[in-house]
């Protein structure tokens, strides 16, 4: 009696296929990163643009709300203002009790506020600031102005292009010319 014995097909990568394919998979990986974190850059920038723009207006809110001065200014020591914004800021009232605090983690950017008040943004009880226009512009590392948002006096916001000049304070803030 003979016996049938059925040919079975194997099913499987060889070692040199699956090398093959771990190749290509590094290579492509390679290629997309530049792009990813380019991506990831432009998400930063944006959040940092909503959130300051988002608890600017909590400021203000709080201000008519309560009907006393409100303050943000950069992170400091404890009911007091540091001087820089790329650390984050803290939202104050009248007595110094903290409101609302941020924090900017990450120290791929730069955040300037040009304001003839210095380094505070002061809401009134109605609403408006105690300066005039004031000017929030983020830098990137290479010394790029990359957005700005401006505050008027009633204390709304509107962004803008960044111009020369803010080119100019990122260059100086870079240590480029």
């Known amino acids: 009696m003979t016996s049938i014995v059925a040919y079975r097909h194997q099913f499987g990568l060889t070692l040199i296929e699956l090398c093959f394919v771990i ?6 990986a390679c290629i997309a990163m530049p792009a990813l ?3 990831v850059d432009r998400h930063r920038h944006t959040s940092t643009l909503l ?19 409100i303050r943000v200014c950069p992170f400091g020591n404890t009911g007091h203002c540091g001087t820089d914004w790329s650390l984050g ?32 943004i002061v809401y009134q009880g109605n609403g408006t600031t105690q300066m ?3 000017t929030f512009v ?3 590392t290479k010394g790029q102005p990359l ?4 505050i ?7 962004q803008r292009s960044p111009e020369a000049y803010d080119r100019a304070r990122c260059n100086e803030l870079s240590g480029q010319t």
């Open 23 to 28: 190749l290509l998979l590094v290579i492509g």
């Open 37 to 39: 974190q380019a991506q």
């Open 51 to 69: 959130t300051l723009s988002t608890q600017l207006d909590y400021a203000r809110q709080q201000g008519v709300q309560r009907g006393q001065r």
């Open 89 to 120: 800021w803290q939202i104050l009232d009248e007595k110094d009790q903290l409101l609302l605090s941020t924090s900017l983690s990450h120290r791929r950017q730069r955040l300037l506020l040009s304001s003839p008040s210095g380094t505070a």
């Open 132 to 134: 005039g226009n004031g």
């Open 138 to 140: 983020l830098c990137s």
């Open 147 to 150: 957005w700005a948002l401006v």
């Open 152 to 158: 008027n006096r009633q204390g709304r916001l509107r």
